[in-house]
């Protein structure tokens, strides 16, 4: 069994630093606990999110990114937390009884192997051109959405004037009210699902109050121009998302924005050897965000893309938590039996995947997060444990761009200790 008395974290946006403190306030010494942040001021993305709309579940108001940012860095110091800033993890190697090992270099330390329990909270990255393959040349004016995001809140740049946006992200969403705002004319947001991906507020607030039109079902088959954009080409596509031929429409801009899809930042976990979810692209982990490597922990969107940070921050508390009592405890993690979540029909995933039912005392609650694979209207969630029903609740609406949440309450979990499975499924209302 490994010694192990540091906790290392991997990030230090809103979860890299809500798992921070929460380590603390669960009994870590300030002085065991190492924060590394690759940019050079904590906050990550939400730095550059001026925006409204955050924090209403975790401080019952709203405020901006930043502002919710500074909630946690301000809580971070104040508890006496060091965040190395300009810090890049270059590595990260499992060691044999729980923990890794995590080498990285910053300009105040220079190049620096350290042991330890990790929470990675390293974020997620965005879909590019090349992800997704569009044909054409190569000219300039193709941004991802987060790229323009930053340009126009944080470098006081506009990214082009006439704008097409690709994918009905919530980043895509928001940057159309922003662009919108500073004088640009966002013509149209094309999405090739025949629903959006972002929140419903953000369809209203972004797009319908500025009446910039959603088009589904539809994609950018070809990108025009040589030095810069001059115009796309776009397609409907049919029920297999494949373009139909005689749909083409030429739309001139000279910008287009690609808001495609997020990516869970795990190439250090993938690396490690930590087991990966294919369908969300983050961490295997248990209801305390451990990861298959005993000592590991992930959380935020490094683990599941989220659409609140407010959800994000919590998922990094219990990481937090858990984490601390795992170093606190002497590195002992439970051996007990597994009970795996089942992402039963229309459910696309479950987090967490595993249950370790020793680690669910008598008096626990279990939140299980997951997602759907459609929208669906007046349907009935039910759980159930190997086969047998322990729950149902009615749903008006159900979109792939909510997440959603079901909590088990002490009694059922005292059902999933002495099961092998736990199912969620979406069936139509009789």
Do not use: W
């Amino acid at each position: 069994m490994n010694n192990i008395d540091r906790l290392i974290i991997i990030g230090a946006g809103p979860a890299g630093l809500a798992a921070a403190g929460e380590a603390v306030k669960s009994g870590l010494n300030p002085d065991q606990i190492t924060v590394l942040e690759r940019d050079s001021t904590p906050g990550g993305i939400l730095n550059q999110c001026i925006h409204a709309g955050f924090g209403l579940h975790t401080f019952g108001e709203e405020l901006t990114g930043p502002e919710y940012a500074g909630r946690y860095i301000r809580e971070v110091k104040r508890l006496g937390i060091n965040i190395t800033l300009n810090a890049m993890a270059l590595s990260m190697t499992a060691v044999e009884g729980g923990g890794a090992e995590v080498a990285y270099v910053s300009p105040t330390t220079g190049f620096i192997r350290e042991r330890g329990a990790v929470i990675i909270a390293t974020g997620c990255r965005e879909r590019t051109r090349g992800a997704i393959g569009i044909p054409g040349t190569r000219p300039s004016g193709i941004f991802t959405a987060g790229s323009a995001q930053r340009f126009v809140n944080l470098e006081d740049k506009m990214p082009g004037h006439k704008i097409v946006i690709l994918g009905s992200g919530d980043i895509g969403l928001i940057m159309a009210r922003r662009l919108t705002l500073e004088g640009a004319k966002v013509l149209r947001v094309c999405e090739l699902q025949p629903y959006s991906s972002g929140l419903g507020r953000n369809i209203a607030q972004c797009l319908n109050d500025f009446d910039i039109p959603l088009c589904l079902s539809q994609t950018v088959t070809e990108i025009h121009g040589n030095d810069r954009v001059e115009g796309i080409t776009v397609s409907a596509v049919d029920e297999n998302l494949r373009p139909i031929k005689g749909s083409e429409e030429y739309i001139e801009c000279d910008t287009l924005l690609l808001s495609v899809g997020l990516i869970p930042e795990n190439e250090l976990a993938k690396a490690c050897g930590i087991e990966l979810d294919r369908v969300t692209g983050g961490a295997v982990v248990n209801q305390n965000r451990e990861t298959s490597i005993l000592g590991v922990f992930a959380c935020g969107n490094a683990l599941q893309v989220h659409d609140l940070v407010d959800f994000a921050s919590a998922e990094a508390v219990c990481a937090g938590a858990a984490a601390a009592k795992y170093i606190l405890d002497g590195c002992r993690s439970s051996s007990g039996g597994i009970c795996r979540t089942v992402p039963g029909a229309r459910v696309r995933y479950i987090v967490p995947q595993i249950l370790d039912k020793d680690a669910v005392a008598p008096e626990a609650k279990l939140k299980l997060f997951f997602r759907v694979d459609n929208i669906y209207r007046d349907v009935i969630l039910s759980v159930k444990a190997d086969g047998k029903l322990l729950k149902t609740v009615k749903k008006r609406i159900m979109t792939p761009g909510e997440m959603e949440n079901i909590t088990l309450d002490s009694k059922l979990c005292e059902v999933v200790r002495i099961s092998e499975t736990l199912e969620i499924s979406i069936t139509d209302a009789e």
